[in-house]
């Protein structure tokens, strides 16, 4: 009866501690989407090139990029509750830090700090997943974390230009850090890292398939970060995960907005909806392809058909018309390129359920690492591509053409990569590989 009892508490109480460590992700979401839509004012601001607003843009992704692995690290050591705690409380200070920016090296300084604290809070969430919910529950979860956290994608578009319209860019990035501040209070006080800890059974006492693998000696972190380094199955989830984000930052979060305006001649607000549907595309697109795969038992057949449906996309942009595409098709190009970027949700679900089954954190990170590294590297490559030839004879939609087929570049190779993804059937095979 008490057992009984127990159980159905950790079963209820899980969603608390989901819910609280969602209103972190959704400012995850909306710091990294957020200067797409203050581009204009951000570059009369400080005076930026175009390769200085790009390089501005990816200072988060180079702080979240090189955090990744630390990030797994804590969650595997300290816990999920402290280390997102810790986390959103530099977020917040480099928010506020962001709207109170003198000058451009302030700006630069406080996006990476904004990086560095929301970096760590997708991988303890994946952590806290991995300890409170069912192992045939992973990719589902997975999926609906980076659907809630689009959420704050879609308040980074159209919401966030009407606030800056109403308020200032800079008033808006310092109310956010203090909403910021008040959600890192919250997950202090709600989450805890494991059911243990609140005197409730441990999540295989009733996950029978994870018992059979929880058996193998857990290894020491360095020993364990080394064994995932050398796990073959990670690295094609890693460089998929490289082309299919890198291609969807470049647009929703770096160019998307600018290229609405120059070539179509939309206003700031009005070219924010079309970013907001492909962000609203990927956080659909997350919840399906969990859904999906848990239902079906497979990684690798979602993960094909999720890169081939963006790589098609991203065609549509680029050759259509000369890279002018008609205005009626491009919601639905928008659309499925948020979509199909969701075949990242296989890249953690294929590196977690390849790796030993007690580093999961370590393991995600090492994953999610890749993601980052593309969104850091391909929106300067357009803004270097902008650059050089803007003030040239090329007209505008050509210059856009030759800077968005890196991104169709990307997503192709993230095609070829999703040949060589590992089929788990939606288990830990870890034992098996070794």
Known sequence: MIKDQNTRKLLKYRWAIWSVLILAYIIVFFHRLALGVVSEQLTTTFKMSSTTFANLGSMYFYSYMVMQIPSGILADSIGARKTVSIGTVLAAIGSVMFGWSPNITIAFVSRFIVGIGVSVIFISILKVQSQWFLEREFATMAGLTAFMGNLGGVLAQAPLAFMVLYLSWRETFIYIGIVSLFVAILCYIIVRNTPSQMGLPKIEEIDKERKKVEMIETPPLFKALIQVLMNKHIWAPFFLFVGVHGAYIALTGTWGIKYLQDVYK????????????????????????????DS?????????????????????????????????????????????????????????????????????????????????????????????????????VTIYQRAFIYCFGFAFVALILSLFVKETHCKNIYNKLQ
Request: proline letters at 5%.
């Open 266 to 293: 939309m206003t700031s607000r009005t070219a924010s909806n079309y970013t907001s549907v492909s962000v609203l595309g990927l956080g659909i697109g997350c919840y399906v392809i969990g859904k999906v795969s």
């Open 296 to 396: 079906v038992k497979k990684r690798k057949i979602p993960t094909i058909v999720y890169t081939g449906i963006a790589t098609i996309s991203w065609a549509a942009l680029v050759f259509i018309n000369g890279g002018k595409p008609p205005v009626f098709m491009l919601y639905p190009i928008f659309f499925l390129i948020g979509f199909s970027c969701a075949a990242f949700v296989m890249c953690w679900s294929c590196g977690k359920e390849t790796s030993h089954p007690s580093i999961t954190g370590i393991a995600t990170s090492v994953v999610n690492t890749g993601g980052f590294l593309g969104a850091a590297i391909l929106p300067p490559i357009l803004g270097k591509t902008f650059d050089k030839y803007v003030g040239t004879e090329l007209d505008v």
